[in-house]
């Protein structure tokens, strides 16, 4: 009897896992799982990593709000009270020099100066929606004076970015970045890009981003969101050209190791040599690992599990997700690629248990009675492949491979 060699596909967080399975055999003559379509996910959440869900998961460039710089500390029409909200502020008593801020601006609410200290005192102190409402009031009396002040549109701009209102503070990080005469800051260039890429404008973003980088060539976070933009035009060259960048220039990004390592798994499953396959494989294990050492979550783990499993190491894929499937809140495609990993590695009744666990969590998903089909098969369990077996082909009428395999398992089921 020969027994196939046959692949295996498992898609995850958008990137493609394809791996050879070694020869197996069973006394009916089973085979790997021929075909496996998306894993089961039951919701976004299901299938992806919250460090390579890029818009809620990118870095934040640090926001220069020692001191409104270049502003008069006094408002004369303030008097006194404008002076000592301002020299707390350049003490960095940020708290008390927002509330002596806000006691001249009660008094006085069209002083300007209170207002935008009052902001930037905010800001340090992270009350970020705070800072924006008085650096916007700040703005607006400065312009009804004819007396913009580029210190507070900056400022008001973060704070808009800050507070994730991105299409507010577009307008004013575009006067930011064209002052004439004056060169725009790697920070502020990296602020425009957020707000253009959350706006929808991705090529813009991407120039920005690269002002950025000229500006600063280890801005970490305008190189990440670069990446990000290469990976979702499918550059992956590109992507993993700048993402290695970005984690070189910053270790700490847990969203650039996500996406390093999805990148390298897609460059892996479109490659038609081996070789190519086999080296980026390792590489997104490397990527996978360095992610666990800043995050060390379940979906985290998930991630740097699929790099092993293309890798081949089976066990060590497995021992990694042990240890985020022990609770009752594990999710359904973890334990099925905790199974996966066990099967492969030849340990059925580990990966039984599994792959039970995941078509609990997942009763709909057509992979999970696939493999667990197969591992019963294996494990000369044929009553229980052929009710996996069965419960794939109701679920999926059209694919043969159930089909194959019901007929396979039925006499020796029969047996029993």
Known sequence: MTIKSISLEIILVGAVLAFAAPASFAQSGSTRPRRVNPVPTTSRADASVPAANEETAAPRASVNTARPRGANPVNTSAGTGTRRAYELLEQKQYAAAAREAKQVAASNPDD??????????????????????????????????GQEDANTVDALAQAYILTEKFDQALPLLVTATTRPGAAPSAIMLYYRGVAEYQTGKAAEAERSFNAAVKANPKDAASLYYLGQIAFRG???DDSIALLNRATLSDARIAAAWALLTTAYLRRAASATVEAKADADYLSAVRAGESLTRVRTDAEASTLFAQALIGAKQFAKAATVLERVTVGDDAKGVTLYLLGVSHSRAKNYPKAIAALERAAAKTPDDVNVYRELGYAYEVSKQYAKALDAYQKGATLAPADTDFKESVERVRPFAQRQ
Request: aromatic letters at 8%; proline letters at 0%.
């Open 234 to 236: 499918g550059r992956l």
């Open 112 to 145: 300007s100066e209170a207002w935008k200290i009052a902001g930037f005192a905010e800001i340090n102190l992270k009350q970020y929606a705070e800072a924006a409402s008085d650096l916007q009031r700040a703005l607006e009396l400065q312009r009804a004076s």
